[in-house]
């Protein structure tokens, strides 16, 4: 057990920073290096965060670094290369979600984990927000469910705050690969694996362009329907929701941030929950794990399954 935690991060974009930011003003995390493929970029945030060290090629972080733990906050398609070669240094990892950009590199992160025995977590921050507890907890006062509702409504995509170009290619951005793998995760934790029945994914013309819409149903285990409803390029403001109905009564998550919930034949209000930072939330339990104590983290078997689930949802394997 060490006082203090070094972790090098892998990409710098908008995650990355969050991450710096919260291990910044954490008492057991040190952000020792940063890697990034723009070397004026991972210059400046080195410089701006007070970073030792910087580098363009993550094997040279991995080589030149202490570390004890390393974050992946890249592209999905470099999940797989890059957690590869972090597993095969032997260093614990944290990696951005998705977990990778196909089942079958999913599969091959999680056995690499396995096989080099370290801590392996994602990111899912929705896990860590304060409305988690509350909505498990409260999930058993609403009788049977009857359906659960997925909506990921966006007037522009990529949203305004992160025009990256990969988000907008078909290759692996859109919001069925950013937005909804916290729902898919969500739904997982609450209430089991979903598995996917139907979905039609809406695209433009230009082939190398994300979705633009999907419209999708899976069941759970006993049968339970699970809708999505997706749009992007709308003329609404961005609306995010996850609504379970029970015979008792319903909850809903609205914008990431707000529990609402009512009972039978009434409306729906706003649930006070204490506010928390859910990355410092996160970094709490990656420091328990590393203190060789019970913590609780979404392993890379869960990002397993929410990735199967995510490939079938495009239709893929």
């Excluded at 290096?33 to 991972?42: G, Y």
């Excluded at 906050?73 to 990778?100: N, Q, T």
């Excluded at 739904?187 to 999907?214: F, H, K, M, W």
Aim: proline letters at 5%; a negative charge.
């Amino acid at each position: 057990m060490k006082e203090r935690y070094s972790v090098g991060i892998i990409g710098s974009g908008v995650m990355g920073e969050r991450l710096m930011h919260a291990m910044n003003t954490h008492e057991r995390f040190t952000v020792a290096a940063v890697c990034d493929a723009a070397s004026q970029r991972a210059r400046e945030v080195a410089d701006r965060f007070g970073i030792a060290a910087w580098h363009t090629d993550h094997r040279l972080l991995l080589r030149e670094a202490e570390l004890d733990l390393v974050y992946i906050a890249v592209p999905p398609k470099f999940h797989h290369p890059i957690g590869l070669d972090v597993l095969a240094a032997g260093k614990h990892l944290l990696c951005e979600k998705p977990l990778a950009n196909s089942v079958q590199e999913g599969k091959e992160m999680l056995r690499a984990a396995t096989e080099a025995g370290v801590i392996h977590a994602m990111n899912f921050p929705l896990f860590y927000r304060p409305i988690f507890p509350e909505l498990k907890r409260r999930l058993a006062e609403i009788g049977s469910v009857r359906r659960v509702d997925i909506v990921t409504h966006f007037h522009q995509w990529p949203r305004p705050w992160q025009q990256t170009a990969w988000l907008s290619g078909r290759e692996q951005g859109g919001f069925v690969r950013e937005v909804l793998p916290h729902f898919l995760h969500l739904t997982y934790a609450l209430l089991g694996r979903c598995e996917v029945v139907r979905s039609d994914v809406d695209y433009p013309e230009n082939q190398e362009l994300c979705e633009t819409g999907i419209s999708a149903l899976l069941r759970l285990p006993d049968g339970t329907p699970v809708t999505i409803n997706g749009l992007a390029g709308i003329a609404h403001e961005e609306h995010l929701a996850y609504t379970v109905y029970g015979t008792k009564g319903t909850l809903s998550v609205k914008n990431w941030s707000t529990l609402l919930a009512g009972g039978m034949g009434q409306p729906l209000e706003e649930v006070q929950v204490p506010d928390q930072d859910r990355m410092h939330l996160l970094l709490d339990e990656l420091a328990n794990a590393l203190d060789g104590k019970e913590a609780r983290l979404i392993g890379f078997d869960t990002g397993l399954v929410v990735q199967e689930a995510l490939e079938a949802l495009h239709g893929k394997e």
